[in-house]
């Protein structure tokens, strides 16, 4: 399988801990993008890292990028409530001219107040 | 902000019928996609569209399923007979080709 795989599938911390999410993935990968959905709702796109950068920033969110040991890691730090939600990681690999982005299982997390 | 809309949010449907969902793109975006998500799984492709025609589609995206893209905005997709694992969330999503795809809120279908 091309997906990646997000590790851990649960976690559970306090407010303003920060919280960190691994992706593994098998193939080359031309970027890989970081989602978060609310529990019944939409998929919000958070990150997107090319294969070529190592390291991006938004805000509270920090993605890491190893092409080498091809995994990802999605850090939130001073987290909040606010943030309880699913993450996933979606890989992106140009599949006839379509870029494809192939989501994991998700790591489910939960910030208690 | 331009965002992708869906409609309808929900739909109860009885097996066998047939069901069009809705999406709006974002207007300047050029490829368009529809993925499903079964309650409590990963979100699953179903099919990629650009240029007016099917770039890629998965083996979800039997001859049950179908896409279309009537005008210059809307984008459907078309399950025509439907059956109980039918049941899922479907997200569409648009986005400009290796880059970031935006997904619109999803319709929650539900097959009795």
């Known amino acids: 399988s091309q997906q990646g795989e997000e590790d851990p599938q649960a976690l559970s911390i306090q407010e303003g801990e920060n919280a960190t999410m691994n992706c593994s993935y098998k193939t080359s990968i031309n970027n890989l993008q970081w989602y978060r959905q609310n529990s019944g709702r939409g998929l919000v796109h958070l990150i997107l890292?090319?294969?070529?950068?190592r390291e991006k920033h938004s805000g509270r969110l920090r993605v890491t990028l190893d092409t080498s040991k091809k995994s990802s890691s999605l850090l939130i730090t001073a987290s909040r409530a606010a943030d309880t939600a699913s993450y996933f990681c979606a890989t992106v690999y140009p599949s006839g001219g379509s870029y494809i982005p192939t989501f994991g299982r998700g790591t489910s997390l939960i910030v208690h107040p | 902000e331009p965002e992708v809309t869906q409609t309808p949010s929900h739909q109860v449907t009885q097996m066998g019928q047939e069901v069009i969902l809705r999406c709006v793109p974002i207007s300047n975006h050029l490829y368009f996609y529809w993925y499903r998500q079964i309650l409590g799984q990963k979100v699953e492709f179903l099919v990629s569209f650009y240029n007016n025609e099917i770039s890629e589609k998965s083996e979800i995206f039997d001859d049950q399923f179908s896409v279309e893209r009537p005008d210059g905005s809307n984008f459907t997709l078309k399950i025509r007979s439907t059956k109980l694992e039918d049941s899922a969330m479907y997200f569409c999503?648009?986005?400009?080709?290796?880059?970031?795809?935006?997904f619109g809120p999803g319709t929650r279908l539900l097959v009795l």
């Open positions: 890292i090319r294969s070529n950068e």
């Open positions: 999503a648009s986005g400009q080709g290796s880059g970031t795809q935006y």
